[in-house]
C-alpha cells in the first residue's frame, strides 16, 4: 500500500528564516509526485510535480527536489504569507493519474 | 485562468436529510476526483469518473453515490447523512492524455450536518 509521511507536523519560522519539509514516500515505481499549498479552508493549490529523482523545480520563495526516497520542500526567506499547511501527495505506484495519497501535511507559520 | 467551480459552497443539513453537491471542472479536463477532508485531517479519496464512467474508488460510503454528466460535470448524492459526514468535500479535475495529470482542486464544499 502506497504511504506517505510528512515531517515535521508543524514548523515555526521567523521572517526570513529558511528551512526545509519533507516528504517520504513508499510507492511502488513512482510516476510522479505532487506538492500542495492550503490555506485554512480553502481547497489545495497545485504547486509542483516532481517525476524523477534528481529533478528541481523553483517557484518563488519555493524549491521543490525529489530522491528515490523522499522529496524535499525548500522555503529560502520566508514571508508572514507563505504560513499554510503544505502538502504532499502520490497516485498509485505505476501511474501517473489516479487517486492521489496524501501526506498529513506540514503546517507551516511563519512569524513577522 | 479558468478553476474547478463547486456549489454549494457551504451547506447545512440535518441527520437523516440528504445533499447534493456539484462540481464543474476545468474546461477540457475529463476527468473528476472527489475527496473528503475532515478537520486536521488529509484529503481522502472517495471516487473518480474518467469520460462519464466510474475509474476508482475508495472508502466512499454506500449511502453516497456520483455521476459525472455529458457536459463532465459531476453531482455527489448524500443520503441519510450522519453527524460524521461533517467535513470539507473537494472535487478535483484533471486532463488525460497528457503528462502531468496533474489534479487541480476546487475551493470545496464544506457540508456541516447537525
Known amino acids: 500500500e502506497d504511504q506517505v509521511t510528512q515531517s515535521p507536523e508543524a514548523l515555526r519560522l521567523q521572517e526570513g528564516e529558511s528551512s526545509s519539509l519533507n516528504c517520504s514516500y513508499t510507492v511502488s515505481g513512482l510516476r510522479g509526485l505532487f506538492w500542495y499549498r492550503q490555506d485554512p479552508g480553502k481547497g489545495p493549490e497545485f504547486l509542483f510535480t516532481l517525476y524523477s529523482a534528481g529533478e528541481e523545480k523553483e517557484k518563488e520563495r519555493l524549491k521543490a527536489t525529489l530522491t528515490k526516497k523522499e522529496s524535499f520542500l525548500h522555503i529560502t526567506a520566508p514571508k508572514p504569507e507563505d504560513s499554510a499547511t503544505y502538502l504532499c501527495a502520490v497516485p498509485p505506484g505505476g501511474t501517473s493519474y489516479g487517486k492521489l495519497t496524501f501526506g498529513q501535511g506540514t503546517i507551516l507559520t511563519v512569524h513577522p | ?114
Open chain 2, 1 to 114: 485562468a479558468a478553476g474547478v467551480i463547486q456549489s454549494p459552497r457551504h451547506l447545512i443539513k440535518e441527520k437523516r436529510e440528504t445533499a447534493t453537491l456539484k462540481c464543474y471542472p476545468i474546461p477540457r479536463h475529463d476527468t473528476v476526483y472527489w475527496y473528503q477532508q475532515g478537520p486536521g485531517q488529509d484529503p481522502q479519496f472517495l471516487i473518480s469518473f474518467y469520460e462519464k464512467m466510474q475509474s476508482d474508488k475508495g472508502s466512499i460510503p454506500d449511502r453516497f453515490s456520483a455521476q459525472q454528466f455529458s457536459d463532465y460535470h459531476s453531482e455527489l448524492n448524500m443520503s441519510s447523512l450522519e453527524l460524521g459526514d461533517s467535513a470539507l468535500y473537494f472535487c478535483a479535475s484533471s486532463a488525460s492524455g497528457r503528462s502531468s495529470y496533474e489534479q487541480y482542486f476546487g475551493p470545496g464544499t464544506r457540508l456541516t450536518v447537525t
